[in-house]
């Protein structure tokens, strides 16, 4: 196994592993960083040996590396003395084979883990930026880049978020567990928005040569199904949950068998995945019972286009009403652009320029491939081709997704 196979297992398992290894220790960066020990130690042994079992030799192995840094912490010499007999039920587990197997493996009791992994992450001690960073650090596996580029912040800046959020959850002494009913609701919007973000990561990945990475969107639904079940009068976490599904339902029709992205006018809805837009829409009727939040608007506008024969059957006047309302209660720049966009469907292309260039105007999004994308998708069909594909080509040159710059750059050829 190459370093390809390490990382696709660390992308699957890191939740995991890192959950199940602070319930374990009882110390949230001594975890992280066992398991990155692990990992190190793989990309070297696996080439000389595949494990029958990836994740059960991660745990395996991160678990000593555990117990060899509590060994030498002088101070915690009580703590080892208690861990010291697990040490003998790691020692009987074959690394090459990773038959590892006690209750730290057990999927149900992961499920459990992961999602109080999430609620230490996100606890109030940390403000809500480092709370958003650091779960998608270590309970999404993302990288810094990664997170940077999803936040438009220095690397740096996310790494020393990262670094200072551990240290304030050691120093605070955040115990590992689901908080109690009455605190969940206080940490509800950091865990939506972590999970939305880890979501959107997978849906329309910020680089790399994919467009789309599933299983970091499949991730972000399994969490938002346990977090929905946990938390079941909380309309915006089945909102949130709705988003996803409806979302996810179109990516079986969103590349080409090469991996090309294929735009949503150009889409076989047939491809699109029913269950999923029944399971959406579903969790969407429980998101209506009390108003709809943020994301729960945001998965009415997935429901429309879910409900649409075509593109020239969307009901667009509705989307432009839904984004108005968003922007009301989660004003965003963003929100603004994909206004824009539904705008440009239901009433034409001028009025939608207008308010891409009042996000100019005010640098609402610096930076951001995304607006020149939609500003030179707006002078296309004003017929003013030349200011068009030079935004197309400034879009491409901002875009850091392969797959998505290779469609800007098509465009902008096009247009001579």
């Known amino acids: 196994m190459g370093t390809a196979d390490v990382e696709a297992v660390w992308r699957i398992e890191s939740a995991r592993i890192v959950a199940a290894l602070t319930r374990f220790t009882g110390d949230f960066g001594l975890a992280e960083d066992a398991a990155q ?17 990836p994740a059960g030799w991660l745990m395996a192995t991160a678990r000593r590396r555990a ?8 101070a915690l010499r009580e703590r080892y003395a208690l ?17 590892a197997v006690d209750e730290d493996i057990d999927p149900d009791r992961i499920d459990d883990d992961v999602l109080a992994l999430m609620f230490v992450s996100c606890h109030p001690v940390l403000s809500p930026e480092a709370r958003v960073a650091l779960t998608l650090r270590v309970v999404a596996g993302l990288s810094s880049e990664e997170i940077a580029r999803a936040f438009l912040v220095p690397v740096p800046t996310v790494q020393a978020r990262i670094t200072r959020a551990k240290k304030t959850i050691a120093a605070a002494r955040v115990p590992f567990e689901l908080p109690p009913a009455a605190e969940r609701r206080e940490r509800l919007g950091g865990v939506l928005s972590v999970l939305y973000v880890i979501f959107t ?64 006018e150009d889409q076989d809805r047939r491809r699109w995945d029913g269950s999923a837009i029944r399971r959406g829409l579903a969790a969407l009727a429980r998101a209506s019972t009390r108003g709809l939040g943020p994301y729960g608007l945001q998965a009415a506008i997935a429901a429309t286009h879910a409900s649409a024969s ?25 929100v603004d652009l994909n206004r824009a966009v539904a705008v440009a469907m239901a009433s034409g292309p001028a009025r939608a320029l207008a308010i891409v260039d009042e996000l100019i105007a005010a640098n609402r ?20 081709r030349p200011e068009a594909r030079a935004e197309l080509e400034l879009a491409a040159g901002l875009c850091a997704n392969q797959r998505e710059r290779s469609v800007l750059l098509r465009k902008a050829a096009t247009l001579g």
Request: glycine share 6%.
């Open 37 to 53: 020990e692990a990992v190190a130690e793989a990309l070297v042994s696996w080439r000389r040996a595949s494990p029958a079992n």
């Open 67 to 74: 117990i060899d840094a509590i060994r030498r912490r002088s």
């Open 83 to 99: 861990l010291a007999a697990d040490a003998a039920v790691d020692s009987a587990v074959d690394p090459v084979a990773g038959s």
């Open 201 to 264: 990561e997978g849906s329309t990945a910020t680089s790399g040569d994919r467009l789309l990475r599933p299983d970091v969107a499949y991730e972000a639904i399994r969490l938002a199904r346990t977090l929905a079940a946990l938390v079941p009068d909380e309309p915006e976490a089945h909102g949130l949950l709705a988003l996803c599904e409806l979302t996810a339902a179109r990516f079986p029709a969103r590349t080409g068998p090469d991996g090309s992205p294929v735009l949503l």
């Open 310 to 334: 075509s593109v020239e059957a969307t009901d667009w006047d509705r989307i432009v009403v839904l984004y108005e309302a968003l922007g009301r209660v989660a004003p965003s720049p963003v």
């Open 365 to 384: 999004l610096p930076g951001s491939h995304l607006v020149p994308t939609v500003r030179g998708e707006l002078l296309t069909r004003l017929g003013r």
